[in-house]
């Protein structure tokens, strides 16, 4: 798999930089600033992109706002943002598109669950970042149409936000898959959300509250 960096820390770049190459990832390119970042990937044409939310030149958003860019030039390229904190006002439209990662820096130390996080997005999927999914569940807890779930329905549907398929949210919560298959067919139409295919309801699910942030 192809990837390019874009990060202005030397030490985490470098650093991100050989655990995907020891992973068998192919770094094609390392970008230290946004417009560098674009530049890269629109040389390079990678299948995923690791963004630091803030870069050069403000050091505020430009990495989220240059993933925007990215994603309007290249649809199909996997996009994963990182952070130091909870910044979740780019996650909503980006999300929505599919190919979609955001997660808290400090979970590239677990190396495991980060290479799998990268997959998943690779794959055409979403991995957004548990702590991420329960601050944002949490802020609108009291809210509609959140407030009509269950504790249980809220934490299948943090795991769908995290990017887990119905299997995968089995095993975190010790569950059968079927008992899984009816959680989420519960959050759906509690949800109002109904006529169309599973991938895309799931997807609006976790904008439901994406939404509310």
């Known amino acids: 798999m192809r990837v390019v960096i874009g990060e202005d820390s030397a030490l985490f770049r470098e650093g991100l930089a050989r655990l995907l190459a020891d992973a068998g990832y192919d770094v094609v390119a390392k970008a230290q600033d946004a417009p560098g970042l674009v530049a890269a990937v629109d040389a390079t044409a990678p299948d995923l992109a690791i963004i630091d939310i803030r870069m050069p030149p403000d050091l505020t958003d430009d990495g989220a706002r240059a993933a925007r860019r990215i994603r309007a030039a290249h649809p199909e390229l996997g996009i994963v943002l990182l952070s130091q904190h909870v910044e979740s006002r780019h996650s909503v439209e980006l999300v929505s598109s599919g190919r979609f990662g955001y997660l808290l820096k400090d979970r590239v130390l ?104």
């Open 110 to 213: 677990d190396v495991d669950d980060f290479l799998d996080a990268l997959r998943r997005v690779a794959a055409g999927g979403s991995a957004l970042d548990p702590e991420v999914v329960s601050r944002l569940i949490g802020a609108h807890r009291a809210s509609d149409p959140l407030r009509s779930l269950t504790a249980r329905e809220r934490e299948v549907l943090a795991l769908m936000a995290e990017g887990r398929t119905n299997v995968g949210i089995a095993r975190r919560l010790w569950l059968t898959d079927r008992t899984v298959e009816t959680h989420v067919s519960s959050i759906l139409t509690k949800l109002g959300l109904s006529g169309s295919d599973e991938d895309h309801r799931r997807v609006l699910a976790v904008l439901v509250y994406l939404n509310r942030s």
